[in-house]
C-alpha cells in the first residue's frame, strides 16, 4: 500500500501558480513512477503528466505543456505539479496516483495502482 495525500489546491484567479503536492506514506516511493489526473464537472478523468522514478523522465497532456511541470522529492516522499497561467478550463479535482513500474510514466489509469483523495482547483475568471 502507498497512501497519497494530495494538498495545495484551491481557489485560484485565471494566471495563477498553484502547486499542488501529493505525500506518500511508506519507503518504496522512490520505486514508483507517479502520476497527477484530474477530473472536471461532469467529465471523465483524465491524464495531466506523469514522472519517473527518478525523475529523468516527464510526460504531459497537450493541453498543459508549457504551462505545468511535475517534479519529486525523493528524500520527501513528494511529488508535485507547479501550475502556471492557469485557465478556468483547468478547474478540476486534481488526484496524484502510484504506479509500481517505476520507468512506466504512463498517461492510463489502468496502469496506476494507488490513489489519493483529490484536491480541487478552482481557477476564477
Known amino acids: 500500500q502507498v497512501p497519497l495525500v494530495e494538498s495545495g489546491g484551491g481557489l485560484v484567479q485565471a494566471g495563477g501558480s498553484p502547486r499542488p503536492s501529493c505525500a506518500a506514506s511508506?519507503?518504496?516511493?522512490?520505486?514508483?513512477?507517479m502520476g497527477w489526473f484530474r477530473q472536471a464537472p461532469g467529465k471523465a478523468r483524465e491524464f495531466v503528466a506523469a514522472?519517473?522514478?527518478?525523475?529523468?523522465?516527464?510526460y504531459y497532456v497537450d493541453s498543459v505543456k508549457g504551462r505545468f511541470t511535475i517534479s519529486r522529492d525523493n528524500a520527501k516522499n513528494t511529488v508535485y505539479l507547479q501550475m502556471n497561467s492557469l485557465k478556468p478550463e483547468d478547474t478540476a479535482v486534481y488526484y496524484c496516483?502510484?504506479?509500481?513500474?517505476?520507468?512506466?510514466?504512463?498517461?492510463?489509469?489502468?496502469?496506476?495502482?494507488?490513489w489519493g483523495q483529490g484536491t480541487q482547483v478552482t481557477v476564477s475568471s
Open positions: 496516483a502510484a504506479d509500481n513500474t517505476p520507468w512506466s510514466g504512463s498517461s492510463r489509469e489502468a496502469e496506476y495502482d494507488y
Open positions: 511508506g519507503r518504496t516511493f522512490s520505486s514508483h513512477s
Open positions: 514522472i519517473t522514478w527518478s525523475g529523468g523522465s516527464t
